[in-house]
């Protein structure tokens, strides 16, 4: 069985072999998505071999993985069994089962990060009040029960007003604006009603939003990568700009919030900040992933360690890479499907044939079975010497695409 063939969670090797790799550590990683597919692709370069959980056969890990196994991250006894395979836990995907990696911990299973940062991140009002409790600047929040506790905040904080599910959000879609109290109900009707477990966060006027990939190592050294910017659309990441192009005060005081926001979880691995930055200057912590993230796509052509290999690095116990840029600036596009079915892939065909025309570009495609509106099927990301003139390289493919759209 596949269990035998990992006795020691090592890679398998003859008697005669000793390690030749820079790591024979098995990592295994909860979710099978693109950033576990990208995790494969970095870990290929190292010969480092990776096996991958998810429920979902045709995965876009699945056929980069050294292993794949069909099943549920969410399931308790899944994830044990999957564990008894690995050298170190690892997840593309915060909404596992925190608990369960807790018990996998105290039998001396290696999680990176750790489970009290799972803990943490993965209920959005228990981020807000750890981060605030370590004196992070983030928006005001409060827990809502119920419509008058909700109307209460709506005085407090004024409108907008913005309320988010506490737990599985992505992609914004754990988040409804009430512009008005007369617009409280239905926002918290769009999010399933106050059982699911809502709060409410005071609107954030930013004028940019940026973000801050950090990594720590085993050794618990931390690193930081240059503040990016992001650009969002209906609340999904659409298109990340490489370094941000704010003043280089901003900039600091971006890499100390994202840094001492990280300081003040547990474990190694890349962690992703997402900042609002304000007209007045000041820059909040919006939240926090414990895992690669889409505002670090552009590091893979970018920067001399991508952050799928600086997470890989960190959670093998490996000394961690540079972080830099190794080019003046590069911007990622973020394919979104645009129609369901086929039409939906052959818009992002066409887009992806006039990127392959543009010097400095690189497509990235998840390979994932099917094409939904919104969602994220793959990116282009585009080097060069100046934001400007990336800008208008985009431009070229995406207006090209608005012509071909007629
Ligand atoms: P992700 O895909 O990043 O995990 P998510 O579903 O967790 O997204 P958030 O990051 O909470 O959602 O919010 C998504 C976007 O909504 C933010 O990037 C920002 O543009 C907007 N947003 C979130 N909170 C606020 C706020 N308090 N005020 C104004 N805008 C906000
Ligand atoms: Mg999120
Ligand atoms: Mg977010």
Redesign the pocket.
């Known amino acids: 069985s596949s269990q035998q063939q990992y006795p020691n969670a090592v890679s398998p090797r003859n008697e005669e072999s000793c390690v030749h790799g820079p790591s024979e550590i098995i990592v295994g990683v909860l979710g099978g998505g693109q950033l576990g597919r990208m995790l494969c692709q970095a870990a290929s370069e190292m010969a480092i071999k990776i096996i991958v959980l998810d429920p979902q056969e045709n995965c876009p890990a699945s056929s980069l993985a050294y292993h794949h196994m069909v099943g549920s991250f969410d399931d308790s006894t899944t994830v044990q069994e999957f564990a008894k395979r690995c050298g170190v836990l690892t997840f593309e995907i915060e909404h596992v089962d925190a608990a369960t990696l807790e018990k996998l911990e105290k039998q001396g299973v290696e999680c990176q990060p750790k489970a009290s940062t799972v803990r943490i991140i993965q209920d959005?009002y228990q981020q807000k009040v750890h981060f605030s409790q370590h004196d992070i600047p983030l928006?005001e929040f409060s827990r809502i029960e119920d419509l008058e506790g909700a109307k209460k905040v709506g005085e407090h904080f004024g409108y907008p007003l913005?309320i988010?599910s506490r737990r599985l959000?992505?992609?914004?879609?754990?988040?409804a604006v009430a512009k008005s109290e007369e617009e409280l109900s239905s926002a918290v009707d769009a999010l399933g009603g106050f059982d699911r477990g809502l709060y409410a966060?005071?609107?954030?006027p930013?004028i940019k939003?940026l973000a801050v990939i950090v990594a720590r190592g085993r050794d618990n050294t931390i690193s930081c990568y240059p503040v990016v910017e992001?650009i969002?659309r209906d609340?999904?990441?659409h298109i990340v700009k490489a370094p941000a192009n704010v003043k280089w005060k901003i900039r600091e005081r971006a890499t100390e919030v994202a840094f001492n926001a990280v300081n003040s979880l547990e474990g190694a691995g890349v962690f992703a900040v997402?900042l609002?930055l304000t007209e007045d200057g000041q820059v909040l912590l919006?939240?926090v992933?414990p895992r690669p993230h889409?505002s670090g796509h552009h590091t893979i052509e970018s920067c001399y360690t991508s952050q799928y290999e600086q997470h890989l690095r960190a959670v093998a116990g490996l000394p961690l890479g540079d972080p830099s840029m190794k080019t003046p600036a590069a911007i990622m596009y973020n394919i979104l499907g645009e129609e369901e079915g086929e039409l939906g892939f052959q818009l992002a065909h066409q887009l992806m044939k006039r990127a392959l025309t543009v010097p400095g570009a690189s497509v990235h495609w998840y390979d994932k079975p099917e094409m939904r509106k919104q969602r994220k099927m793959g990116h282009i990301t585009i080097v060069g010497p100046s934001l400007r003139n990336l800008e208008r390289n985009l431009a070229t493919i995406i207006e090209e695409k608005a012509s071909d759209d007629k």
């Open positions: 959005k928006p913005m988010k959000a992505y992609d914004g879609r754990g988040n966060e005071k609107w954030a930013f939003e992001t969002h609340n999904i990441c997402e609002f919006n939240e992933a889409n």
